[in-house]
T-cell receptor, first 115, second 114 residues
């Protein structure tokens, strides 16, 4: 297996606190963004998405904010729970609604929730 | 629904051997994606199909990799010959349409090439 690899940024929060996970995307032409959660030993799981014509979208306990000026995306998790512990990935695509495009994933941030 | 099904879950093989990974997408989904995940490179899109037709294979590392989707309910990713640097977790995902829709990932196949 891999003995040398990326050290993921880690965010450690207390149970019940709010978490904010940040992501800088690369392409100003990207028009669709998505957050995935990956628990250890499992495949990524969809959390929330947002189109470039929006700057905020809310789901259940999660909010995604998009700042196109600085190409920044953030995921806010309210009242963080131990079950939220996972690696979180942002991804960008340049062709919303089309069949073409290039979905690019970020390297991920590890969220650790302390009970 | 059982979700996206991948097999095998784990594969250990020797360098030079052929490896075939299998995927069954969620019924009714018309797009299927193959990803590779490593610690060094993160999650990479290898290829995706729309209505069983390969749309973009620019992520396929080299000619040793090939993917097929003979029908809407089955896809394979083949590596021939395999090399140690192919060791990774390979995910299959499916969605109702294209890259910009929610994708449902399978549990992955952990491949180790010795």
């Amino acid at each position: 297996g891999e003995s040398v690899g990326l050290h993921l940024p880690t965010l450690s929060v207390q149970e019940g606190d709010n978490s904010i996970i940040n992501c800088a995307y690369s392409n100003s032409a990207s028009d669709y963004f998505i957050w995935y959660k990956q628990e250890s030993g499992k495949g990524p799981q969809f959390i929330i998405d947002i189109r470039s014509n929006m700057d905020k979208r809310q789901g259940q306990r999660v909010t995604v904010l998009l700042n196109k000026t600085v190409k920044h995306l953030s995921l806010q998790i309210a009242a963080t729970q131990p079950g939220d512990s996972a690696v979180y990935f942002c991804a960008e695509n340049m062709n919303y609604g089309g069949s073409q495009g290039n979905l690019i994933f970020g390297k991920g941030t590890k969220l650790s929730v302390k009970p | 629904d059982a979700g996206v099904i991948q097999s095998p879950r784990h594969e250990v093989t020797e360098m030079g051997q052929e490896v075939t990974l299998r995927c069954r997408p969620i019924s009714g989904h018309n797009s299927l994606f193959w990803y590779r995940q490593t610690m060094m490179r993160g999650l990479e899109l290898l290829i995706y199909f729309n209505n069983n037709v390969p749309i973009d294979d620019s992520g396929m590392p080299e000619d040793r990799f090939s993917a097929k989707m003979p029908n809407a309910s089955f896809s394979t990713l083949k590596i021939q010959p395999s090399e140690p640097r192919d060791s990774a977790v390979y995910f299959c995902a499916s969605s109702y349409g294209g890259l910009s829709y929610e994708q449902y990932f399978g549990p992955g196949t952990r491949l180790t090439v010795t």
